[in-house]
């Protein structure tokens, strides 16, 4: 297993399995824009996981990025710089988020991110934790990801890309928000029907 996508140069993997799970992420996420107003539902929040436990730490609610070399990133940053208006920019984002953003799923990387509140003992603890399954259950479909936690310095390109996301829903998003990776490993995911 790569780290991080070899440090985002995004030596993707050719398991069957990544690539579903990206074009079902794609569509779902494309049916929130256009028909939830952008809210997130179970496709979208998965329940996490920890070795050895029963029951789910809780749900966190995931961004899909786009890869590196597809990145919209100033983008979405100019749409919120367009405006002060929350109501506005996000009115601007699900409509550019429900256009053709999701349509081409080998643009995006199988890294998902999830934005904590500063000094988040949550994201403390599934940082430490290093492992985590995502089980995203929605639409008749179940993956269980096995991902490494990364936790990604303000540097990275999924770092700028999430928070740019997120700002867009969340103006008030603050600077210190830590930003957490999954990276799965397709060999140790599953999937089915449900």
């Keep these: 297993m790569s780290s991080l996508a070899t440090s985002l140069g995004q030596t ?12 079902w992420q794609c569509r779902v996420r494309q049916i929130a824009m256009r028909d939830a107003e952008g809210r997130p539902d179970d496709a979208i929040s998965p329940a996490v996981l920890l070795a050895g436990e029963a029951e789910p730490m809780g749900h966190i609610i995931t961004v899909l990025n786009k890869a590196p070399g597809y990145s919209m990133t100033p983008e979405f940053e100019h749409m919120a710089a367009k405006t002060n208006d929350p109501a ?8 550019f988020l429900s256009a053709t953003y999701f349509q081409k799923a080998a643009e995006f990387s199988d890294i998902l991110t999830a934005t904590f509140p500063p000094g988040s003992p949550g994201a403390h603890r599934l940082h430490a934790a290093q492992r985590v399954t995502l089980v995203f259950e929605a639409y008749a479909q179940r993956f269980d ?25 969340n103006p008030n998003l603050p600077g210190e928000t830590v ?4 990276e ?11």
């Design 88 to 95: 506005q920019r996000r009115d601007q984002a699900i409509r």
């Design 145 to 169: 990801l096995d991902c490494k936690v990364w936790k990604l310095a303000s540097h990275n390109p999924l770092h700028r890309a999430t928070m740019a996301h997120n700002r867009l829903f």
């Design 179 to 182: 930003v957490l990776g999954f």
């Design 184 to 194: 799965p490993d397709w060999t140790a995911s599953t999937s089915g029907t449900g």
């Design 12 to 23: 993707m993997s050719d398991d069957p399995l990544r690539m579903t799970f990206l074009k």
